[in-house]
T-cell receptor, first 117, second 110 residues
């Protein structure tokens, strides 16, 4: 079946611009996660949705970052007034149920490579 | 200090070698542990979960040491295709947040 998809695969923007990154999770997966990965580092947690609601947004670095999942499926990560330091690969993952103790597998999308000039 | 720490490597080993990676975590409340594999410019993929009793999947063995707060991954009979970055992941109970290490890079050479 279809895996997690993310669009666009690459995004180049200028400092100060607004960008939206989209994630289509695996059908039926209730939990959705956004991560950011910089070169040479592991994925850094940003936000996690259970259904439509953000269950944990503690990883969002500041108020320029916002994410929504209005119908409990597709999610959009929005970044306002982009800065050069926002350049990274933004990864989305989904799981059938949340990865709480006992765990469930997170399936990652291929990521969106964001470059802020 | 990072919550999850890994030796970045790189580990350069010949085919057929046995190699082991460790990952330490700081939150003693952590309950779920995983190893992910990430190929260059690709997304992470689950390699295996790590259970308290240790677990094995073919050439791969994962172990957990709660007292010392580390997990390990052992790869036996290394293949060229094992070349990748190995990420350890730690999850605290009732939290959706996964904390990743920065990964250990393995290169298996002919």
């Amino acid at each position: 079946g279809a895996g997690v998809s993310q669009t666009p695969s690459n995004k180049v923007t200028e400092k100060g611009k607004y960008v939206e990154l989209r994630c289509d999770p695996i059908s039926g997966h209730t939990a959705l996660y956004w991560y950011r990965q910089s070169l040479g580092q592991g994925p850094e947690f940003l936000i996690y949705f259970q259904g439509t609601g953000a269950a944990d947004d503690s990883g969002l670095p500041n108020d320029r970052f916002f994410a929504v999942r209005p119908e409990g499926s597709v999610s959009t990560l929005k970044i306002q007034r982009t800065e050069r330091g926002d350049s990274a690969v933004y990864l989305c993952a989904s799981s059938l149920v949340p990865v709480t103790g006992g765990g469930d597998t997170q399936y990652f999308g291929p990521g969106t490579r964001l470059t802020v000039l | 200090r990072k919550e999850v720490e890994q030796d970045p490597g790189p580990f350069n080993v010949p085919e057929g070698a046995t190699v082991a990676f460790n990952c330490t975590y700081s939150n003693s409340a952590s309950q779920s542990f995983f190893w992910y594999r990430q190929d260059c410019r690709k997304e992470p993929k689950l390699l295996m979960s790590v259970y308290s009793s240790g677990n094995e999947d073919g050439r791969f063995t994962a172990q957990l040491n709660r007292a010392s707060q580390y997990i390990s991954l052992l790869i036996r009979d290394s293949k060229l295709s094992d070349s990748a970055t190995y990420l350890c992941v730690v999850i605290v109970p009732n939290a959706g947040k996964s904390t990743f290490g920065d990964g250990t890079t393995l290169t298996v050479k002919p």
